[in-house]
């Protein structure tokens, strides 16, 4: 399980976040089509660092976004969610 | 004894080698050195890349092939799944491809010369609600216009079936019936890798492990060929055959799928006498039970539903399949469990397989199997050879190419929208 240090609670226990989608993911309402499609139906899904967004949803409840290694699990950096992030 | 007797295996052959203490043994595939050029090079060595390879050979006559393979060939999640082979989907378009594999698997072990262990002990859905009993006739219904079987049970049906569910009004998760199809069942996954890599190495397949592809070969737009870790080799067509590395393998060509990859994990119990007779599900819970043929009981269930290419699942998601399991059939509660894992699972958009051409000429996919390839792995080889050896997809895969996503023709059969989690 991983330790996620919540921007806003400090560091708690996975069990207590879920993970919504990637950063890249998000789609502006102001998006061409093109663009909408490709960000609501692919991604880059690395064997590597991406960005994601994930939610303290049984704790703050917050929005933050956590840039992590896919493959070793290691957490590069946690911030929290500004608008520009949120879906 | 000759060498056409040696590589036939047969009861008469194991009588044969036990007069002479079984040390007429050999390996069941070569371990050749990558040649430079293939008519056909398929990423990834698991159940459904050597099945390719193998009806690549056999039915389209195909005989420069190579299957090149990261690791170990079926050790990846053919070798990580709980082994469930059925066709009882709702919907027309997968059913009636996983239904042309049922039937695939029911001469499989013929057709191979090994013994799949393919047993069809019957694969039950379990109602809760008045609301699945309705879903799981409805389900029923459009199987059996298919032409596929299906039963639709009663409480007590299910009851008889499967003596120790907990059938008591007051169960955490209260059973109102089933859904059974009495072809499904199990089959053992090792041999469903061995045996067709051993199919497919006797009709001149390269099957090299201790390859991994790190780039293609490109000229113009098109990839001719792929660059390893034992070297560059060209090819006429190069297939992407990789499960949970899809992403990654797709991504050395520049390209973005819709696909994402998580943990989906499995466990066994210590050996018992049989206590489950069949494949117990639940789509409610997402729960699957089954008994393997050396008494473990096997347990699936939630992905863990976040992105990861690790091997290896979170222990509090295993500790919900078990409490699923456990409120289900409650004697499962004095095993002891011996062993865990976890494959990366190929997470589509629309929760239904990806078979087909890609946007980059000469590079074809076969991926998206979410956490339900094992059973597709006879009929995802055969029409994946088909579009390989054709360039034109067989009907069947026809409508799961990649470009269904644009298109909006997806096939969702839970109805979640495009989303690989949250399935």
Redesign the interface.
Known sequence: MLLIACPHCGPRAQIEFTYERTVDSVVQPAAPADEAMERLFTRANPRSIDDEIWRHSFGCRAWLVMTRHRATHEIVAIRAAGPEALP | MDADCMSRYSAFGLLRGALGGQRHWQPAWRDPEPKTSYDIIIIGGGGHGLATAFYLAKVHGLRKIAVLEKSWIGGGNTGRNTTLVRSNYRQKLLHDFFEFGLKMWEHLSDELNYNVMFSPRGALMLGHSDADMTRLAERGDAMRVSGIDADLLTRDQVAKLEPLLDMSRTARFPIMGGLTQRRGGTARHDAVAWGYARAADSLGVDIIQQCEVTGYIRDGGAVVGVQTTRGRIAAGRVGICVAG????VA?LAGL??????QTLQALVTEGVKPMVNGVIMSQSLHCYISQSDKGGIVMGGDPD??????QRG???VTGHAIAQAIALVPALSRLRMVRTWAGVTDMS?DGSPIIGETPVPGLYLNGGWCYGGFKATPASGWTYAHTLATGKPHELNAPFALDR??SGATIDENGVG????HR
């Not at chain 2, 495009?418 to 989690?421: C, G, K, Q, V, Y």
């Open positions: 590395n899809s992403g990654h991504g973005k799928l819709p696909i994402e990859s539903n976040w992105p990861s290419y690790a979170q222990p509090m958009f996503y644009r495009p989303m690989p989690n």
